[in-house]
């Protein structure tokens, strides 16, 4: 298993290209679904995640060609054009084996619902953030017309005469829920109007995916999106947007460091809390023609608490990195997590770096130190692991951090990309 080292103490100077975000790019690549022609994405990133969604796809009969040609070898090349061709779709079930390790390959149940009538997906299962149930994605489906059971592990949707339109109100925020209720409605008879919906960039970037194939959406971006369903969509070309979380990570990094950065390409209006705490920590942000700089000259990291919310609020997925800063400050922090009920696993491991921070439900009070000390650390899930890397920048001596394939299924090039900026970092190939 490779493993990354770090040795800290260098300030992060330079420019950092942000590539496209994984989360835009999973849902959008799971629209080529819904029609027989084909959807083209610019930007994409080359990670583990897209990879494996690739193979879901793949299942289910969508074949893809890398910039013109058909399944070249994909990982060598970045912000890739793919074109994605779900001509016909050959399997409506999406097995165990490759639902449980990606939880976004459950997403497909809109699409093959709503193209093919019918679809048998397994049940995801929980994963190390959280339980992460899909009780409001079928019931949204339900409210479309689907009759759905649950089976032996697998959720079996049907539909026979098509969805129809419907009202529905999210009981509480879902990204994944949203991204496959527009999917749904967007073939179905008649108008959804979607309630108490995610206001992700993310989303935004697949109603403009969806629009771009034919489908009529409005509201995108706000809480309350109306769908209105036609009987056919077609091929598309559409862009990627920039990876908001991967840009927030390097923003962190670069203040943790006292360095100056460029993130050439990030888009700060995807950034708007995130940004607004790094200020108040201590950090100075300037809009660029083609991206965000974040400097850092003040002595030291001023302590910030936050709370993890649904978009615009601050985001759950920049949540351990935002401690992996906070470790430093010149006081105490206050983290609390709202959206998953485990994601604090980075907090035993920052610790061995020699951070304070103590536990208390979904609080972390984070007593920042003078200095933490470079140690093996491991890896527990995509943000826990980056959250490392940042303290491992800060840290004096050498930090090890294991089970490195938990960082490349989201972060495109992480070592390259740091280096490049004056970071001591190396992968360590096993
Ligand atoms: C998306 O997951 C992201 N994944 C996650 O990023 C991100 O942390 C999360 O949204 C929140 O922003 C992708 O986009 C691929 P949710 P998703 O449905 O859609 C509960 C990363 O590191 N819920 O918005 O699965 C759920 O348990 C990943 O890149 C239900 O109770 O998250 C959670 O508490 C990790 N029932 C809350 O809602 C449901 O039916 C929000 O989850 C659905 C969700």
């Known amino acids: 298993m490779d493993r990354i080292r770090i040795v800290g103490g260098h300030r992060l100077n330079g420019e950092i290209s942000i590539s496209g975000a994984k989360n835009a790019a999973l849902p959008l690549i799971i629209a080529s679904l819904l029609t ?63 639902v449980s390790r990606m939880r976004a390959g459950f997403w497909v149940i809109g699409p093959l619902l709503a193209r093919m009538g019918e679809a048998e997906i397994s049940l995801p299962g929980g994963c190390a953030i959280g339980t992460r149930p899909v009780d409001f ?40 829920g949203t991204h496959v209720l527009l999917m749904a409605a967007s073939l179905a008879k008649g108008e959804t109007v979607l309630h108490n919906a995610a206001q992700e960039p993310e989303v935004v970037n697949l109603a403009e995916c969806l629009t771009a194939m034919g489908a009529q959406i409005s509201g995108a971006g706000t809480r309350t999106i109306r769908i209105k369903g036609v009987e056919y969509l077609s091929g598309a070309q559409v862009k990627v947007i920039p990876d ?3 840009a927030g990570t390097y923003a962190f990094a670069a203040a943790a460091t006292g360095g ?28 660029e023609e083609d991206g965000v700089r974040i400097r850092r000259e003040a002595p030291f990291i001023t302590p910030v608490d936050i ?22 400050a010149q006081g105490t922090a206050k983290i609390t997590e709202t959206i998953f009920e485990n994601r604090f696993m980075h907090v035993q491991e920052l610790a061995r770096l020699g951070a304070h921070i103590s536990l208390a439900g ?21 943000r826990a692991s980056v959250s490392l ?28 990309k740091l280096a490049a900026c004056g970071a001591e970092i190396e992968r360590l190939r096993s």
Do not use: C
Request: hydrophobic share 45%; charged share 20%.
């Open 244 to 246: 908001r979380i991967e």
């Open 137 to 176: 994605i079928l019931d949204g489906l339900r409210a479309l017309g689907a009759v759905i059971t649950i089976e032996n592990g697998y959720v079996h949707a049907r539909a026979a005469k098509g969805l129809h339109g419907a009202s529905y109100h999210f009981p509480k925020i879902t990204v994944g």
């Open 307 to 328: 709370e993890t919310a649904a978009y615009p609020g601050f985001p759950t997925d920049l949540q351990a990195q935002f401690m992996g800063l906070m470790t430093r």
């Open 36 to 98: 027989e022609e084909p959807l083209t994405l610019e930007n994409v990133p080359s990670l583990a995640d897209v990879e494996q969604l690739i193979r879901i796809l793949g299942n289910h009969g969508v074949d893809y060609a890398l910039h013109g040609r058909r399944k070249a070898h994909t990982s060598s090349s970045y912000a890739r054009v793919m074109r994605f061709e779900a001509r016909n779709i050959v399997n409506i079930i999406a097995p165990y084996d490759l």
């Open 389 to 416: 890397v940042i303290a491992g920048l800060m840290a004096e001596g050498e930090t090890i951090v294991n089970r490195v394939y938990h960082l490349d299924r989201g972060f495109e090039r992480l070592e390259e």
């Open 362 to 382: 979904q609080t972390a009070e984070v007593e920042g130190v003078p200095l933490l000390q470079g140690a093996q650390v491991m890896a527990t899930d995509l």
């Open 260 to 287: 100056n950065v460029l993130l050439r390409g990030a888009n700060p209006n995807h950034l708007p809390i995130v940004l607004e705490k790094l200020q108040q920590a201590g950090a100075r942000v300037d809009w």
